[in-house]
């Protein structure tokens, strides 16, 4: 994973009942990324399903007002890196700013 990002993609994800688990994933050739609640309500992330809905650990909270900052991956991200998110208020969104390498971009580097 030598290459840089050079692509900066946005994603809104939904999470529309409280404490029912929501897939997700980052994307293939992510570089880095950071997520958080649009209003700052606090969420729950897993990278397996069947523990943040229930509460059951292992998962990570991102504390009310805070984000998940990831600048540097060191992660096999060719195939993309599963998430799961939950929250005990409905109707929330999560946001997602990423940086990806996308091969079919030309230019310098």
């Known amino acids: 994973m030598d290459e840089r990002a050079n692509k900066i993609v946005i994603a809104n994800i939904p999470i529309p009942k409280a404490d029912k688990e929501v897939p997700?994933?980052?994307p293939k050739d992510c570089r880095w990324f950071t997520l958080q609640v649009r209003d700052g309500t606090a969420i729950?992330?897993?990278v397996e399903s069947g523990h943040v809905a229930?509460?059951?650990p292992p998962y990570f909270t991102i504390k009310t007002d805070n984000s998940w900052d990831e600048r540097f991956l060191d992660v096999d991200m060719r195939y993309g890196l599963p998430?799961?998110?939950?929250?005990?208020?409905?109707g929330k969104v999560v946001e997602?700013?990423?940086?990806?390498y996308d091969p079919d971009i030309g230019g310098e580097g």
């Open 24 to 26: 997700w994933a980052l």
């Open 44 to 46: 729950r992330v897993a």
């Open 54 to 56: 229930k509460l059951e």
């Open 83 to 90: 998430l799961y998110f939950a929250c005990g208020v409905a």
């Open 96 to 100: 997602a700013i990423m940086g990806v």
